[in-house]
């Protein structure tokens, strides 16, 4: 039988039976356009996620910026003069770093937030919405509560 088979597949013959016969047009469908045959290929896509791993690629990063030690001391003076004044619920506007998660760097963010409680223990600054932020990647915390807290 595997001899039969092979003889069959190098037989340049093999076809001569159908070659002249008719091609086949179906009763029941109109004839499709070769923009529809064409579309029907379209969604196939060889290299999948691709696109993905070009834009992730080319999305930019900021780089983590590190406080000199004044800056740094003059941070921790602020954050202890809100827990101070904890009660007073002040509104400050805080800029801090979030990591990226898949790539080196991160973005850096600005909001203002009224603050519930800094936990000393954890690092974070506690939001009236309950929206922790990490205190070491808080870079900047300004608010006219400032101004007022100075002048006592």
């Known amino acids: 039988m595997k001899e039969e088979y092979k003889t069959k597949e190098k037989d340049p013959h093999r ?7 008719p091609h086949f047009v179906s009763k029941d469908r ?7 045959r064409a579309a029907q290929f379209a969604p196939f896509d060889a290299l999948t996620g691709y696109d993905e791993a070009l834009d992730e690629t080319a ?3 900021d780089d983590e910026i590190f406080l000199g030690e004044s800056e740094a001391l003059e941070l921790d003076r602020r954050f202890r003069m809100i827990e ?10 805080i800029r801090y770093f979030v990591p990226d998660l898949y790539k080196e760097g991160g973005m ?7 603050i519930r409680r800094i936990d000393l223990v954890n ?3 506690i939001s009236a919405d309950r ?6 990647y ?3 915390a300004d608010g006219e509560c400032f101004d007022k807290w100075d002048q006592e």
Do not use: A, G
Not at 15 to 21: A, F, V
Not at 84 to 93: D, G, L, S, Y
Not at 108 to 114: A, I, L, Q, S
């Open 59 to 61: 999305r930019t990063t």
């Open 108 to 114: 850096y963010k600005t909001e203002t937030v009224t």
């Open 84 to 93: 101070k004044h904890i009660n007073e619920r002040p509104i400050v506007q």
């Open 15 to 21: 076809y001569d039976k159908i070659m002249d016969l």
């Open 30 to 36: 109109k004839h499709m356009s070769n923009y529809d």
């Open 138 to 140: 808080i870079t900047e």
């Open 131 to 136: 929206k922790r932020y990490d205190l070491d």
């Open 123 to 125: 690092r974070q600054l």
